[in-house]
């Protein structure tokens, strides 16, 4: 049996999973990532304790499955987004806390850049819209505050990059310092289009071009970890961002195919193929992982000659996270797992809404002041019905962003989306399954394997290393868990949305 291991670097967590060639689990570690909140709106994390973290469950992960570093034949690396490491090339230590994508302290200056008309610019370049969430303006805020290191930057003595990098940079003792195109992508420096670094925009930001890594497709040859850290020197043959990795893992290869994340928020990506595309529904343009193309006699995949690919993303920023605020905050559950049984006591919602813009609405409204709503209370109103109605929010807010991505394709001359795959914590939820197909009218599907995102790398990383001879064949590993078949009429769904619609308007202070 071949197997794979994939590394997944998440926000809350860090954690390693041991495939086989089927894209079966044969084990797997998790380890917490301690947060820290320096101070309102600001989010960081330790990049040694993501590391740690992240090493010690690789060695977990392998001992439980009792096997050895060179049974594997290579390793994949999916990671949280965004989040911007800055350390020493010479020591390798780093110069400041990671900032964290949630982090919203570079906003003064996006504001700044949005002044200055540079909105169309970026996003033509990028398929961004200008905001913190993005790395290009973290990076920036770094080399203003932390002393000593933009004189540093500008020697080449420091090196920039997301997680992927500080992760492959420390499996590597210092020898490689690269990022792949998918995570290039949201840095807002990086031009999708032409797969490069883009120099007008490192100008813009004030970055030094010496900071940064080289980009190589998503499956490709990263280098090879330090035989004394697993054992054995182990291929690192895949790396993606976290939601283009659990596209690959759903095997959603294709124009028009789709898949929905449903974790503390909801990440839906549609594979739009090799046509950028800009929306003009909320959405953002981002790169797809890529496979690369092996120049004549090079050791390595490379992105000079490989074609773009991209996808259309919306985010949610409340999916299952309403369910911690039933339990944490309403105390109308104990434990996460007893929302779909409460849920399920009553027949529907009883008319009730509610609109969990607890820090605003993300895709595809974009409304940072609206906050959270429940209305259509009454008299016979119990935590039943508003447990129902807060599940229901989920499946509304990801209707939403699918419907903004069928407009945005049907008006790129491609079709609406056909079905959607689902995947995430929230997906193991029948009864939210089940309402977001009646609400799309389309099949929404949930694979055998839900832990996508770990897959997609383990996928990546054995394209490279010859597991597996191309994307038809991951396809063919895909496997439906099951389907929900939508079994609401369309004009009672339409009904229901435009009363989602209302609640949402209701819910914004303007």
């Given at each position: 049996m071949t197997y794979l291991l994939a590394l997944d670097q998440g926000t809350s967590s860090s954690r390693s999973i041991v495939f086989d060639e089927r894209g079966h689990i044969v084990a797997q570690a998790q380890l917490e990532l301690p947060q820290i909140y320096p101070q309102p709106g600001w989010v960081e994390h330790d990049p040694r304790e993501i590391w740690r973290t992240q090493l010690t469950t690789a060695r977990q992960a392998l001992a439980q499955a009792n096997l050895k570093a060179s049974d594997v034949r290579a390793l994949g690396i999916t990671n949280q987004r965004e989040t911007t490491v800055l350390w020493n090339r010479r020591t390798g230590e780093p110069v400041h806390h990671a900032i964290v994508w949630q982090d919203r302290r570079a906003e003064p200056l996006c504001a700044e850049l949005r002044e200055r008309g540079l909105a169309d610019t970026i996003q033509a370049k990028t398929g961004l819209l200008i905001d913190a969430y993005f790395s290009g303006t973290k990076l920036r805020w770094l080399l203003d505050h932390v002393p000593g290191a933009r004189a540093q930057a500008e020697?080449?003595?420091?090196?920039?990059?997301?997680?992927?990098?500080?992760?492959?940079?420390?499996?590597?003792?210092?020898?490689?310092?690269?990022t792949d195109v998918s995570n290039a992508a949201r840095t807002m420096l990086f031009n999708v289009r032409t797969n490069q670094w883009d120099d007008e925009l490192l100008e813009l930001l004030q970055i030094p071009?010496?900071?940064?890594?080289?980009?190589?497709?998503?499956?490709?040859?990263?280098?090879?970890?330090?035989?004394?850290?697993?054992?054995?020197?182990?291929?690192?043959?895949?790396?993606?961002?976290?939601?283009?990795?659990?596209?690959?893992?759903?095997?959603?290869?294709?124009?028009?195919?789709?898949?929905?994340?449903?974790?503390?928020?909801?990440?839906?990506?549609?594979?739009?193929?090799?046509?950028?595309?800009?929306?003009?529904?909320?959405?953002?343009?981002?790169?797809?992982?890529?496979?690369?193309?092996?120049?004549?006699?090079?050791?390595?995949?490379?992105?000079?000659?490989?074609?773009?690919?991209?996808a259309m993303e919306g985010s949610v920023f409340v999916g299952g996270a309403v369910v911690q605020w039933l339990r944490d905050g309403l105390r109308a559950i104990s434990a996460s797992n007893e929302v779909q049984s409460l849920a399920e006591s009553v027949p529907d919602s009883g008319g009730v809404m509610m609109v969990p813009a607890f820090t605003g609405l993300g895709a595809p409204y974009w409304k940072p002041d609206a906050r959270g709503t429940i209305t259509g209370l009454t008299r016979g109103t119990t935590l039943a019905h508003i447990a129902r109605a807060a599940?229901?929010?989920?499946?509304?807010?990801?209707?939403?962003?699918?419907?903004?991505?069928?407009?945005?394709?049907?008006?790129?001359?491609?079709?609406?989306?056909?079905?959607?795959?689902?995947?995430?914590?929230?997906?193991?939820?029948?009864?939210?399954?089940?309402?977001?197909?009646?609400?799309?009218?389309?099949?929404?599907?949930?694979?055998?394997?839900?832990?996508?995102?770990?897959?997609?790398?383990?996928?990546?990383?054995?394209?490279?290393?010859?597991?597996?001879?191309?994307?038809?064949?991951?396809?063919?590993?895909?496997?439906?868990?099951?389907?929900?078949?939508?079994?609401?009429?369309?004009?009672?769904?339409?009904?229901?949305?435009?009363?989602?619609?209302?609640?949402?308007?209701?819910?914004?202070?303007?």
């Open positions: 020697r080449g003595e420091l090196a920039f990059g997301t997680v992927d990098s500080w992760l492959i940079w420390q499996l590597t003792q210092g020898q490689v310092h690269v071009r010496a900071l940064m890594p080289e980009v190589r497709p998503s499956s490709a040859h990263f280098g090879d970890t330090h035989p004394e850290l697993l054992g054995s020197a182990l291929p690192i043959g895949g790396v993606a961002g976290d939601q283009q990795s659990a596209l690959f893992g759903q095997a959603c290869f294709k124009a028009g195919m789709a898949k929905n994340t449903y974790g503390t928020g909801c990440f839906m990506l549609m594979h739009t193929g090799q046509k950028f595309q800009t929306s003009t529904n909320g959405l953002l343009t981002t790169s797809a992982a890529q496979i690369g193309t092996a120049p004549p006699g090079a050791a390595s995949l490379s992105l000079a000659g490989s074609t773009p690919e991209f599940l229901e929010s989920i499946a509304y807010q990801s209707a939403a962003l699918l419907q903004a991505m069928s407009r945005d394709a049907v008006a790129a001359g491609g079709a609406p989306v056909s079905e959607l795959r689902v995947d995430g914590g929230a997906c193991v939820n029948d009864l939210l399954m089940q309402f977001q197909a009646d609400l799309l009218g389309i099949p929404v599907v949930r694979p055998a394997v839900i832990e996508t995102t770990a897959l997609g790398a383990a996928y990546l990383a054995g394209l490279s290393s010859g597991v597996y001879r191309s994307t038809d064949e991951l396809s063919d590993l895909w496997r439906a868990e099951r389907r929900f078949m939508p079994t609401l009429g369309a004009p009672r769904a339409r009904e229901l949305m435009a009363r989602w619609e209302h609640a949402v308007r209701q819910a914004s202070l303007d």
